[in-house]
């Protein structure tokens, strides 16, 4: 995500990187405000790999009622820069 204003509502994850063991989630700038578990679980951003932000604003949201977050990475959350709000809460909308 290089930049640009994203909205995204889900069910599940907002935004999902696969479980190849090599996937990189990255933020390099922009407006991403992201809210995912609408349903009965999910994070905001999930990545089976890594995520990486490196500026931009990051506004993200998981469920709540699990024991999803606004972010989840298996392999490493790196943060070089950038504003990142997170919340297990905003589901209910």
Known sequence: LNGGKIN???NDDGINAN???VS???V????????GGFGTEGDGIDSNGKLVINGGE??????GRSADGGIDADEGIYINGGK???SAEETTA
Request: charged share 10%; proline share 0%; glycine share 16%.
């Open 8 to 10: 995204i509502k889900a």
């Open 58 to 63: 990051l506004y993200a949201y998981g469920n």
């Open 24 to 26: 990189v989630i990255s």
């Open 19 to 21: 479980s190849d063991g």
């Open 28 to 35: 390099n700038g922009g407006n991403v405000n992201v809210s």
């Open 84 to 86: 990142l709000r997170l």
